[in-house]
């Protein structure tokens, strides 16, 4: 039943290896410009080399294996140039990083391993879906599945990227600062864009899931939502939230915090 892991056990050593190098040389970029922050934009590129490593190791020719490729680079690009764009504005490392440069006395080798380290073996083990995927070669027709993975990227992708858009042009009106953002997506969801984020990751899965092998890392998907719902996204975003802007808690009890539903509409008393 898991010969397929075995199987496929060396290119998958490979693509660990090639993501913390890739990571380790960002490390030494960090280093020289005294800044970790910009990690944040290699997370999603970070999946793309993966991808790109996997296809490399055994090239499949077959669609489902360009179709992979395609969506996880077009996600890795969007969302890459968008943190990146985003770092080049604030001109000053994010204040979690600052925290732990000034509680670490050897704060440049510890954010070798915490921050850049776990990371790739973060990436590579939510990426195990689409490293199997990339290693079978058999051109399997399309199929149900294929189909309900793209619709779920494709709105998973439409609700990341107009959220973003939504957030960035909102945040540039000086008029809204200390304001929450309750219009267009925002009004349905107050994380619309973590929500598309993880429907897109469900929408890979599904697509790898005609390699019979993927069907045994539908932990992978589970870990990314995880990780966004409680670790990395919203629940930390509402702690900051809920201290900086005094209407977050309205806000809160008429928008959904994660799947976007339909507002509740105000009491008037």
Known sequence: MFSPFFEF????????AATLGLMAGLWLISLRLHDVSFIDAFWAPCFAWIAWVAYFLTAPQTPRSFLILGLVTLWAARLG????RRWRLEGEEDR??????????NFPMRSLFTVFGFQAVLAWIISLPLQLALFTDKPLAFGILDYL???????GFFME???DA???AFKADPKNKGKVLDTGLWSWSRHPNYFGNALLWWGLFFICLTSYAALF??????????????ISGV???ERGLNKTRPHYGDYAKRVSAFVPLPPKRERHK
Do not use: D, E
Not at 9 to 16: E, N, R
Not at 81 to 84: A, I, K, R, S, V
Not at 219 to 228: H, Q, S
């Open 235 to 237: 629940k930390l975003l």
């Open 166 to 168: 939504q957030l960035t």
């Open 149 to 155: 993975g793209i619709v779920c990227f494709g709105i």
């Open 96 to 105: 979690r990083y600052q925290a732990m440069r000034r509680k670490t006395a």
């Open 81 to 84: 140039g968008h943190l990146w």
């Open 161 to 163: 990227a107009t959220a």
């Open 9 to 16: 056990s060396a290119q998958m050593l490979i693509c660990l």
């Open 217 to 230: 890392t539908v932990f992978a998907p589970l870990l990314m939502t995880y990780l966004i719902i409680n």
